[in-house]
């Protein structure tokens, strides 16, 4: 009992989904999905970094684009490395004492305006504007961009999911 039977499949529109997958998944057809991670990621850091006086180290987030499907988020304060490093409890390297900004104004103004402008009895006062020490305890490191990597890796294995499916949808 031989039975033939015969089994016909158009693979014709198959192919051509594969076609679209494999076109779609190129750096080039990629790199719309991966600038758009980034800048989510951008904001992300952007929320996290404290604003103290001027915000110049929230404003120092930039996104540049290394090549096709290559982005890099950074920040080019200087005061972000102790944010997210920390620093450990210190004394001043050559000065007598440390100087502390206790408001905006003085902050902007720095040290050396600051403190000629209290000896003369001017617009700054010590204590309530600003403060010498001779130690300082530091800062805890904040690790900003440390917790924000595992969540850029999940956003762009999400990201890169429903390109996928939005190139086998279409």
């Given at each position: 009992?031989?039975?033939?039977?015969?089994?016909?499949?158009?693979?014709?529109?198959?192919?051509?989904?594969?076609?679209?997958?494999?076109?779609?998944?190129?750096?080039?057809?990629?790199?719309?999905?991966?600038?758009?991670?980034?800048?989510?990621?951008?904001?992300?850091?952007?929320?996290?970094?404290?604003?103290?006086?001027?915000?110049?180290?929230?404003?120092?987030?930039?996104?540049?684009?290394?090549?096709?499907?290559?982005?890099?988020?950074?920040?080019?304060?200087?005061?972000?490395?102790?944010?997210?490093?920390?620093?450990?409890?210190?004394?001043?390297?050559?000065?007598?004492?440390?100087?502390?900004?206790?408001?905006?104004?003085?902050?902007?103004?720095?040290?050396?305006?600051?403190?000629?402008?209290?000896?003369?009895?001017?617009?700054?006062?010590?204590?309530r504007d600003f403060v010498l020490a001779k130690r300082v305890r530091g800062i805890k490191a904040m690790r900003i961009v440390e917790t924000q990597k595992p969540l850029t890796r999940i956003t762009l294995k999400a990201a890169m999911r429903l390109h996928i499916?939005?190139?086998?949808?279409?």
């Amino acid at each position: 009992m031989a039975d033939n039977f015969r089994v016909i499949a158009d693979t014709k529109e198959a192919g051509a989904n594969m076609r679209r997958v494999r076109g779609g998944l190129t750096l080039k057809g990629v790199d719309k999905t991966v600038r758009r991670v980034a800048y989510v990621t951008h904001r992300r850091l952007v929320q996290r970094t404290p604003k103290k006086w001027t915000g110049m180290t929230r404003k120092g987030w930039r996104v540049f684009r290394r090549g096709p499907a290559s982005y890099s988020v950074t920040n080019k304060s200087r005061v972000m490395v102790y944010l997210e490093k920390g620093t450990r409890a210190h004394g001043p390297k050559t000065a007598k004492s440390l100087f502390i900004p206790l408001t905006r104004k003085a902050a902007l103004a720095g040290a050396r305006k600051v403190i000629e402008g209290a000896g003369k009895g001017g617009a700054f006062k010590a204590g309530r504007d600003f403060v010498l020490a001779k130690r300082v305890r530091g800062i805890k490191a904040m690790r900003i961009v440390e917790t924000q990597k595992p969540l850029t890796r999940i956003t762009l294995k999400a990201a890169m999911r429903l390109h996928i499916r939005k190139l086998i949808n279409i």
